[in-house]
């Protein structure tokens, strides 16, 4: 498919469990962003990256671990999840020059 | 550092209505000012962008001037549809008048628009 996508669309997890959330794009746009959505504070950045192997931390990185080894893929790990990352979370991909494009999100839920 | 306030909401309004949704912003330098969508469901869309003052930026009968006099971006729409109904947020970027830098958001504001 073209565009940038997310997988899973909605998780259920426990509290201390590893969660990958996976972001691809077909774009090959250099620049990739994760952003978490939470009511009363709009979209904030966890973390970037200007291309493949380099990542840098947003705003909010704790209890986050990202890697780009491709220039496709930017996953996103929740090495032990904690409830107050239950969240939308928001993968978004632009190049130079260009606006940012949004995936659909995943909906991620901690018990 | 930078930030984004939006007019708290939800707004509700009758179809046809005038619609304004204001954003204001503190930011160094100059910033790039966005407003984004989110339908139902769905991820973020660019709605219309200005990159300096004084720029109107304009799309689907959505409008915002940039005012760096009074440093804000106000949404505006002369007559609202049902399908506007969605949430509609203010960002802004220091990337030099494009959004490949990071962006900062406002809390968002629901429409909900009735028949």
């Known amino acids: 498919d073209a565009g940038i996508t997310q997988s899973p669309r909605y998780k259920i997890t426990e509290t201390g469990r590893q969660v990958t959330l996976m972001c691809h794009q077909t774009w090959s746009h250099s620049y990739m962003f994760w952003y978490r959505q939470d009511l009363g504070h709009g979209l904030r950045l966890i973390y970037y990256?200007?291309?493949?192997?380099?990542?840098d931390k947003g705003e909010v990185p704790d209890g986050y671990v990202v890697s780009r080894s491709k220039t496709e893929n930017f996953p996103l790990t929740l090495e032990s999840a904690t409830r107050s990352q239950t969240s939308v979370y928001f993968c978004?991909?632009?190049?130079?020059?260009?606006?940012?494009?949004f995936g659909p999100g995943t909906r991620l839920t901690v018990t | 550092g930078n930030s984004v306030t939006q007019m708290e909401g939800p707004v509700t309004l009758s179809e046809e209505a005038f619609l304004t949704i204001n954003c204001t912003y503190t930011a160094t330098g100059y910033p790039s000012l966005f407003w984004y969508v989110q339908y139902p469901g769905e991820g973020l869309q660019l709605l219309l962008k200005?990159?300096?003052?004084?720029d109107k930026g304009s799309n689907k009968g959505f409008e915002a001037t940039y005012r760096k006099e009074t440093t804000s971006f106000h949404l505006e729409k002369g007559s609202v549809q049902v399908s506007d109904s969605a949430v509609y947020f203010c960002a802004l970027s220091n990337a030099g008048g494009t959004s490949y830098g990071k962006l900062t958001f406002g809390q968002g504001t629901i429409l909900t628009v009735h028949p």
């Open positions: 200005a990159t300096k003052a004084d």
């Open positions: 990256s200007a291309a493949a192997d380099i990542t």
């Open positions: 978004a991909s632009s190049d130079p020059r260009t606006e940012q494009y």
